[in-house]
């Protein structure tokens, strides 16, 4: 469970590798050695977890990449949820989860 759902600025772990592969992307932890396949929606919520954008504009930025947009609604559900799998995974920045 993601210990502060409503974070506002979320921020990437800058240690992870992110790669566009084929038709994804994908994350690679080195303090795990996990690899992460992500979709479009998922890599577009890491590329924006800089600590800086606000989940409204990463919500933004997720339904207007679709064709066409997904409603803000459905791209807040998306980006919470996907926020809430990297924070599983450990991929986010502490520091930006309080």
Excluded: C, Y
């Excluded at 807040?76 to 991929?91: C, I, K, N, P, Y």
């Amino acid at each position: 469970m993601v210990n502060n759902p409503e974070v506002e600025h979320p921020k990437r772990r800058s240690d992870v590798i992110f790669r566009p592969l084929d038709d994804s992307w994908v994350l690679f932890d080195p303090g795990t050695e996990q690899l992460h396949v992500l979709n479009l929606s998922a890599a577009l919520v890491w590329e924006f977890a800089d600590g800086e954008t606000v989940l409204d504009g990463i919500a933004e930025a997720v339904g207007s990449a679709f064709d066409p947009p997904v409603s803000a609604s459905q791209a807040m559900t998306d980006v919470r949820s996907v926020l809430e799998r990297f924070q599983e995974a450990g991929l986010l920045d502490p520091s930006s989860q309080s």
